[in-house]
C-alpha cells in the first residue's frame, strides 16, 4: 500500500544560504530552476497522512502531523537520527504543531476541549495545558521571534 500523502526534505543551496525546503507530496517538487540540490531525503514512510510540518529553532527536530495512530496527532522526525516518536497521543485530534523559537515548548492546536479548536501548549518536559478557551477557532499559533508572544 502507498502512504497517502508523505514528506520529503530537501536541502537546497541557493548562493550562499543554505534552504532546507519540506514538502507534503508523493512525487519530487519542482526546486527553482539552476538551484542545485544537495539532498532529497523521504522522511516519513507511515501509511497515513503527514503534513503541516514545521522545523524547531534548533534545527534538531521536524515536527508534522500524523494520522498514524488513526486520528491527527503531532510527532517529532529527529533530524540527526532519522526517527520519529509521537509528541501528542490523544483521542482528540492535535493539529498546527509551532515550535517555540527558544525551543521552550510546542504550541498547537486541539479539538481537546472545543470542536472548533482551542490553543495548548507543551512545555519541554511535556506537560500541557490550554491557553485559550474562547467559542470561536482558534488555529494555527505563530511565536514571535523572541518568544515572548504567540499570534492566532
Not at 495512530?69 to 540527526?80: A, H, K, V
Not at 521552550?104 to 501548549?121: Q, V
Request: proline content about 7%.
Amino acid at each position: 500500500m502507498v502512504p497517502a500523502l508523505c514528506l520529503f526534505m530537501l536541502v537546497v543551496q541557493i548562493g550562499l544560504t543554505r534552504c532546507v525546503h519540506v514538502s507534503e507530496e508523493l512525487r519530487p517538487s519542482s526546486v527553482e530552476q539552476g538551484a542545485p540540490v544537495k539532498d532529497r531525503t523521504r522522511i516519513t514512510s507511515f501509511l497515513s497522512d503527514e503534513l503541516s510540518p514545521a522545523i524547531g529553532s534548533d534545527g534538531k527536530f521536524l515536527y508534522f502531523v500524523s494520522t498514524k495512530n488513526g486520528n491527527m496527532d503531532i510527532w517529532r522526525w529527529n533530524i540527526e537520527r532519522k526517527t520519529a516518536e509521537p509528541v501528542t497521543k490523544h483521542s482528540a485530534d492535535d493539529f498546527d504543531p509551532a515550535p517555540a523559537p527558544n525551543s521552550a515548548g510546542l504550541a498547537f492546536a486541539s479539538l481537546r476541549s472545543d470542536a472548533k479548536g482551542d490553543l495548548f501548549i507543551m512545555d519541554s518536559a511535556g506537560k500541557t495545558r490550554r491557553l485559550t478557551d474562547r467559542d470561536g477557532a482558534e488555529r494555527q499559533p505563530a511565536w514571535a521571534p523572541g518568544g515572548g508572544a504567540l499570534a492566532y
